[in-house]
C-alpha cells in the first residue's frame, strides 16, 4: 500500500501559480503511476493529470493543458502540480492518487490510493 499526503494549497490571485505536491509513504512509489484530481463543490471529481512510474509519459485534461505541468521525484517518493495562470474556474480541492495499473489513466476509478485533498481558492 501507499499512503499519499497533498500540500501546497492555498489562496492566490487570477493569472497566480502554485505548486502542489504529494508525499507517498513507503519505498515503492516508483511502482505507482499518479494522478492528481480536483473537485469543486457540488461537483464530480474530475482528472487535472496523470503521470507514468518513470514519468516519461503525461496527460492532461483539455482545461489544464498548456498551463499546468506534473511531474515526479521518485528518490524523494514526491509527486508534483505545478499550476501557472490560475483562473477562478480552478478553485476546488484537489486530490493526488495512485495506481498500479498498466498505463497512466485518467478515470477516476482506477485509482486505488487517494490523499486527502488540498484547497485551492483562485480570487478573481
Known amino acids: 500500500q501507499v499512503q499519499l499526503v497533498e500540500s501546497g494549497g492555498g489562496l492566490v490571485q487570477a493569472g497566480g501559480s502554485l505548486r502542489l505536491s504529494c508525499a507517498a509513504s513507503g519505498r515503492t512509489f516508483s511502482s505507482y503511476n499518479m494522478g492528481w484530481f480536483r473537485q469543486a463543490p457540488g461537483k464530480e471529481r474530475d482528472f487535472v493529470a496523470a503521470?507514468?512510474?518513470?514519468?516519461?509519459?503525461?496527460n492532461y485534461a483539455d482545461s489544464v493543458k498548456g498551463r499546468f505541468t506534473i511531474s515526479r521525484d521518485n528518490a524523494k517518493n514526491t509527486g508534483y502540480l505545478q499550476m501557472n495562470s490560475l483562473k477562478p474556474e480552478d478553485t476546488a480541492v484537489y486530490y493526488c492518487?495512485?495506481?498500479?495499473?498498466?498505463?497512466?489513466?485518467?478515470?477516476?476509478?482506477?485509482?486505488?490510493?487517494w490523499g486527502q485533498g488540498t484547497q485551492v481558492t483562485v480570487s478573481s
Open positions: 503521470i507514468s512510474r518513470s514519468g516519461g509519459s503525461t
Open positions: 492518487a495512485a495506481d498500479r495499473g498498466v498505463g497512466i489513466n485518467s478515470a477516476y476509478s482506477a485509482y486505488a490510493y
